[in-house]
């Protein structure tokens, strides 16, 4: 479970405003990747979190419901929130590893102000110039990059849902853009469409 320990740790360490990034959709074959950018509160530091704060956890851990809960929580009670995208024509362009740390370096770039430090799921950005950490499977290790990695997602099937009703057949509320067995028929027979990733083997 997600933990402040590592927040903590770096606040007793003299850091000031902490980020946590993290992106959603690295692996799917339609739309772009989302990347969101969370400083929760200081107070959270310093005093007791709030209740729900205990279920924020890697994204992939939370169920559906519970996560928009909660990504409608930190929206609310986070002390910044920024989300950056990159296109499936900047994922093709780039591959995916370098958009996704695009789409980071922009959801930080739309924090109401820079952080002290940045941690970031997996591995270093180059591209920004903060004070950062790389943290390996860092959003079921840190608070901060869980919650980015749930506002992440929840925006991003959000964004699946609207494409759905757009590009009918490819059932893209459902699969999100991943190559599910349905997905890949409906690649198969109606052939991609102008947001698929060109880049990726699309069955």
């Not at 479970?1 to 959709?25: F, N, P, W, Y």
């Not at 530091?45 to 992939?60: H, N, T, V, Y």
């Not at 180059?126 to 749930?150: C, F, L, T």
């Amino acid at each position: 479970m997600a933990s402040l320990r590592l927040e903590k740790r770096l606040v007793r360490g003299g850091a000031g405003t902490i980020a946590g990034t993290d992106e959603a959709g690295r692996g799917s074959l339609f739309g772009p990747v989302v990347a969101a950018a969370v400083v929760l509160p200081a107070a959270w530091l310093f005093g007791r979190p709030p209740a729900w704060a205990s279920e924020i956890d890697d994204s992939k851990r939370v169920p559906p419901a519970r996560r928009a809960r909660l990504a409608a929580a930190l929206l609310r009670e986070a002390s910044g929130v920024g989300l950056g995208l990159a296109s499936a024509t900047e994922i093709d362009e780039l591959n995916i590893y370098r958009a996704a740390h695009l789409a980071m370096v922009r959801a930080v770039e739309n924090l109401p102000d820079p952080p002290d430090i940045l941690l970031v799921d997996g591995f270093p950005i180059k591209e920004v110039h903060y004070r950062q950490m790389g943290v390996p499977r860092g959003d079921r290790i840190s608070r901060s990059i869980a919650a980015a990695s749930i506002v992440a997602k929840v925006f991003r099937d959000g964004l699946m849902r609207t494409f759905d009703a757009l590009y009918e057949g490819y059932g893209l509320a459902r699969n999100k853009g991943y190559g599910t067995e349905e997905h890949l028929r409906a690649l198969r027979e109606r052939g991609p469409t102008g947001l698929h990733r060109t880049s990726f083997k699309l069955g």
